[in-house]
């Protein structure tokens, strides 16, 4: 038999690319645009922009995680709108980014938060990153840029106490810059604590995440799991529900789906598996999927 030379990998990911933007622009973008919801005092608020992104109002402050406004990822087109606009948005005190990815960490989107602050008379916000990532960063108009290590606490933002997470994931913006740092993050006000997980895989670190911030609210990504190799990187619904009841939390917000398609899996699958999961599991009362734009509002 004559010998076939292996395909290399960067000529296999540029295929599975050159799919994925091509399905990305088959069909119209969907989703309705809202006005965000403010946490009157003795509140807080989550609310779900789309894909990773979330506007959080917890201990009188206004974050921002993972906010990606734009429309296209250099080619891959997103499939729902984002739940918000950048000129509604109110004053935001910081931005946490949980790593490089494009898909969470967008530049555009980022200068356009900064420069609409400006524009509404309001300071400009901080940006809170893993180590490695503040030169992608820098300068995009933050007041300035603060870096964590993993179990790293900020508390520029008192009372808001917020800690880097560990992931299973990684936090290259290309290829090879494997120096930059990932994770996720806990906030807490003392009253109330969430956690946002960024890209993870099903690992055991979602013990030690429990007994060291006891998290109530759990912010989960359920997408991009097929095929199977990619859950050396992301969780399926059913991994993500294991890291939710590992996590001791009360109330499940799953994230990271039906917004780019990244994953093989259909666009529509990750939602209802999650909730098939969770009512074989008798905890589907504490999950709280939200539509883009909407906002949880909650008395404390």
Do not use: C
Not at 179 to 191: P, T
Request: charge should be positive; glycine fraction near 8%.
């Amino acid at each position: 038999m004559p010998y076939k030379m292996p395909i290399p990998f960067w000529m296999t990911k540029l295929g599975q690319l050159y799919r994925l933007v091509r399905e990305s622009h088959a069909e119209p973008i969907r989703g309705d645009i809202r006005t965000p919801l403010l946490a009157a005092v003795g509140e807080m608020a989550i609310t779900f922009i789309g894909h990773s992104s979330f506007l959080i109002q917890l201990g009188g402050r206004m974050l921002l995680i993972d906010p990606v406004f734009a429309t296209r990822l250099i080619l891959l087109r997103r499939q729902r709108h984002p739940g918000l606009r950048v000129k509604d948005l109110p004053r935001i005190d910081a931005v946490l980014l949980t790593h490089a990815h494009m898909d969470h960490l967008n530049r555009p989107s980022l200068r356009a938060i900064t420069k609409q602050m400006r524009r509404n008379g309001h300071p400009a916000p901080i940006a809170i990153v893993p180590k490695g990532v503040e030169d992608l960063v820098a300068d995009l108009g933050f007041a300035r840029v603060d870096t964590l290590e993993t179990w790293q606490r900020n508390e520029a933002l008192a009372p808001l106490q917020i800690t880097l997470t560990p992931a299973k994931h990684w936090g290259a913006r290309m290829f090879k810059d494997t120096h930059r740092g990932f994770g996720g993050y806990g906030l807490s006000d003392g009253k109330t604590s969430i956690y946002h997980s960024g890209d993870t895989a099903y690992f055991p670190g979602f013990t030690e995440i429990r007994d060291r911030l006891h998290p109530q609210i759990a912010l989960l990504p359920i997408g991009a799991y097929f095929p199977d190799t990619y859950r050396a990187v992301h969780t399926s619904p059913e991994e993500a529900l294991r890291a939710f009841l590992d996590l001791g939390a009360t109330a499940m917000v799953p994230m990271h789906y039906n917004t780019f398609r990244l994953g093989r899996e259909p666009m529509d699958e990750p939602l209802p598996r999650l909730l098939a999961a969770a009512e074989r599991a008798g905890v589907s009362g504490q999950m709280h999927p939200l539509a883009e734009g909407e906002t949880w509002l909650l008395s404390r």
